[in-house]
T-cell receptor
Framework: GESVGLHLPTLSVQEGDNSIINCAYS??????FIWYKQESGKGPQFIID?????DKRQGQRVTVLLNKTVKHLSLQIAATQPGDSAVYFC?????????????FGKGTHLIIQP | GAGVSQSPRYKVAKRGQDVALRCDPI?????LFWYQQALGQGPEFLTY????????KSGLPSDRFFAERPEGSVSTLKIQRTQQEDSAVYLC????????????FGSGTRLTVV
């Protein structure tokens, strides 16, 4: 099948370890951020989101951290599993006033080593 | 349907040919978005509909690209006189209201122009 991981930064971790994926965003007006997981041949799948009035949000095995001062977002995945292998994208938008297109980052290819 | 459905799944077009890509959003979803994803890149916003109204088409790369959603449900992205640089995965997403929250992506149509 096709690979969406070509030419992307790659993070390789051992199964069971924690993963941290980083993202720098560009628009200081962005107030809503989303992490997506994209497996080969599929569309992006929502993982977790965070609004700019928060600096941390936790989900099931995932945590998103937001540092507005340096415009940095990170996704932490605890106890990574083989099914976590995918490309991960951060996305940002200014959500005020209705729907806008999302601006996606470049993506990171996460590889889980057995 | 249960998810966003896109067809065809794959399309090979000869340079200069016109193509039409279809998106069936989740039933009842008000907002519909089209994105273009080049190999190894994140998705890039093309256009946005709220019901049948095309509210933003700022991302369409040229006047060869045209999108419609005449009855506020199914949408078609048409590309005229395809060129090699149009080769990409075209993703459709829908959302239940006018806000960006709750986006669901389809699996995309992979267009290859030869």
């Amino acid at each position: 099948g096709e690979s969406v991981g070509l030419h992307l930064p790659t993070l390789s971790v051992q199964e069971g370890d924690n993963s941290i994926i980083n993202c720098a965003y560009s628009n200081s007006a962005s107030d809503y951020f989303i992490w997506y997981k994209q497996e080969s041949g599929k569309g992006p799948q929502f993982i977790i989101d965070i609004r700019s009035n928060m600096d941390k949000r936790q989900g099931q095995r995932v945590t998103v951290l937001l540092n507005k001062t340096v415009k940095h977002l990170s996704l932490q995945i605890a106890a990574t599993q083989p099914g976590d292998s995918a490309v991960y994208f951060c996305a940002e938008t200014n959500s005020g006033g209705g729907a806008d297109g999302l601006t996606f980052g470049k993506g990171t290819h996460l590889i889980i080593q057995p | 349907g249960a998810g966003v459905s896109q067809s065809p799944r794959y399309k090979v077009a000869k340079r200069g040919q016109d193509v039409a890509l279809r998106c069936d959003p989740i039933s009842g979803h008000v907002s519909l978005f089209w994105y273009q994803q080049a190999l190894g890149q994140g998705p890039e916003f093309l256009t946005y509909f709220q019901n049948e109204a095309q509210l933003d088409k700022s991302g369409l790369p040229s006047d060869r690209f045209f999108a419609e959603r005449p009855e506020g449900s199914v949408s078609t992205l048409k590309i005229q006189r395809t060129q090699q640089e149009d080769s990409a995965v075209y993703l459709c997403a829908s959302s239940p209201d006018s806000l960006v929250y709750g986006y669901t992506f389809g699996s995309g149509t992979r267009l290859t122009v030869v």
